[in-house]
């Protein structure tokens, strides 16, 4: 197979490539209002982890799959928690997927993932999906963050890096299992959500 060529980051940290101000305002807002629709078939929930926990950040998904966590764990589920399916990934999400990965397969999931002013997640992996050799993208909308990534097993030196609206973030190769997460938002730095607040999604191919 003839392989495409891959976009250059403006940024690479840790194995990890930021492409800054990928999307305009324009692109930004054609997006919210898609994610508008999907909040509409598939509302935000508050997730729990098994130990009963609520999380900070709201989620809902796209895609034939859903990533959701509640007393039993986490893990990808066909439905919502309220029985529906989840909606489809719209098309401006995954133009983005192949602009920045166009070799590899298309995903399967989209995790919307909103943050208030106070939401946080903690250092994790991405770790529960079948095929570890298909990268992770991440879209940055609204709200500033500042996202830490550290290092393929837990602890040790992190370095970090404020995402901004239009942000995408690949995963991927040697870096797919880095750790990762959000330590901040900084509350109104962006006119985008009319609420404020940030949303990122994560692409990835589950199963
Ligand atoms: C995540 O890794 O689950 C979310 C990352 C982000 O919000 O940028
Ligand atoms: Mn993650």
Known sequence: MVKKMEPTPSLCIRGVSIFQGLLDSAAQ????????????????????????????????????????SDRRGYRYEPRHPEGSNWPPIPESVLAVWSQVVP?????DSCLVNFYDADARMGMHQDRDEADLEQPVVSISLGDDALFRI???TRGGKT????LKSGDVLVIGGAARLVYHG???????????????????LTLRVAR
């Open 29 to 68: 807002m054609e997006m919210v209002a898609a994610l508008r629709e999907v909040a509409r078939m598939a509302p935000f929930f508050r997730p729990v982890t098994s130990r009963g926990q609520s999380m900070s950040v709201r989620m809902t998904s796209a895609g034939q799959v859903g990533w959701v």
């Open 103 to 107: 070799n590899a397969r298309m995903p």
């Open 150 to 152: 550290g290092n393929l």
């Open 159 to 162: 370095e970090s890096v404020w």
């Open 182 to 200: 959000i330590d901040r938002i900084r509350a109104g730095s962006s006119k985008l959500l009319p609420d404020g607040g940030r949303i990122n």
